[in-house]
C-alpha cells in the first residue's frame, strides 16, 4: 500500500465548474501538507501549504485537512483552461530533513 | 529570472553507458534535491545537500552518485545505466528546510535507457 494514494484520473470539467482533487495518507505523523501543480512538460510548483488540521484559502483555491480521518482535499472554484494540469499533494512530517511524500498526481482538463 | 535550470532536456542512453545530468540555481538557495519521477509513481528524492560539501541519501539512491563543489550546481550521475533508470529526473531548490518554504523546480530531464 502507498503511504499517499491519490486518483490518477483524468479528470475533466466544464469551465466554471467546481472542482475537487484528494489524497488519503496513511502516516499519522504527517503534519505539513502541500499541494503542487505540474503543467505538461514542467516541473512541479507550489499552489498552496497547510499546516495540521483545517482550511486554507488562497483566491480560487482552498485547501482542506482532515487528519482524523488522513484525507486532503483542494477545491479550485470557477476553474479555467488554464487550470489543466496535474495536481500532486505532498506531506512531510517535521521540518528537518525536509523529507517530502509525494501522491502520484491527478490530471485536471478544464473543457472551455 | 532563470532560477533552476536542468541539462539536458532529453536523452537516450545505452545500458551501461554513463552520464551526468545538470541542475543550477541563481537564487543562492543552500538546500537541493534531485527526484525521479516515474509514471503513476509519484516523485522520489534520490539525493540532496544542504550546503556546498555536503550530501545526503535520499529514499532511492542506488545507481546514482552526487557532488556538490558550489552553492549553484547539484549534479547528478548515473555510472551504469540500467533500464530501471528510465524516468523524468527533476532537480529542485529551496531557501530553506522548513517545509513551509517552497522547494523550487527545473523543468527536468526525460532520460530513456535502452
Known amino acids: 500500500q502507498k503511504e499517499v494514494e491519490q486518483d490518477p484520473g483524468p479528470l475533466s470539467v466544464p469551465e466554471g465548474a467546481i472542482v475537487s482533487l484528494n489524497c488519503t495518507y496513511s502516516n499519522s505523523a504527517f503534519q505539513y501538507f502541500m499541494w503542487y501543480r505540474q503543467y505538461s512538460r514542467k516541473g512541479p510548483e507550489l499552489l498552496m501549504y497547510t499546516y495540521s488540521s483545517g482550511n486554507k484559502e488562497d483566491g480560487r483555491f482552498t485547501a482542506q485537512v482532515d487528519k482524523s480521518s488522513k484525507y486532503i482535499s483542494l477545491f479550485i472554484r470557477d476553474s479555467q483552461p488554464s487550470d489543466s494540469a496535474t495536481y500532486l499533494c505532498a506531506m512531510s512530517g517535521n521540518t528537518g530533513r525536509r523529507a517530502l511524500t509525494f501522491g502520484s498526481g491527478t490530471r485536471l482538463q478544464v473543457q472551455p | 529570472n532563470a532560477g533552476v535550470t536542468q541539462t539536458p532536456k532529453f536523452r537516450i542512453l545505452k545500458i551501461g553507458q554513463s552520464m551526468t545530468l545538470q541542475c543550477a540555481q541563481d537564487m543562492n538557495h543552500n538546500y537541493m534535491y534531485w527526484y525521479r519521477q516515474d509514471p503513476g509513481m509519484g516523485l522520489k528524492l534520490i539525493y540532496y545537500?544542504?550546503?556546498?560539501?555536503?550530501?545526503d541519501k535520499g529514499e532511492v539512491p542506488n545507481g546514482y552518485n552526487v557532488s556538490r563543489s558550489t552553492t549553484e550546481d547539484f549534479p547528478l550521475r548515473l555510472e551504469l545505466a540500467a533500464p530501471s533508470q528510465t524516468s523524468v529526473y527533476f532537480c529542485?531548490?529551496?531557501?530553506?528546510?522548513?517545509?513551509?518554504?517552497?522547494?523550487?523546480f527545473g523543468d527536468g530531464t526525460r532520460l530513456s535507457i535502452l
Open positions: 545537500s544542504v550546503g556546498a560539501g555536503i550530501t
Open positions: 529542485a531548490s529551496s531557501y530553506s528546510l522548513e517545509s513551509t518554504q517552497p522547494q523550487h
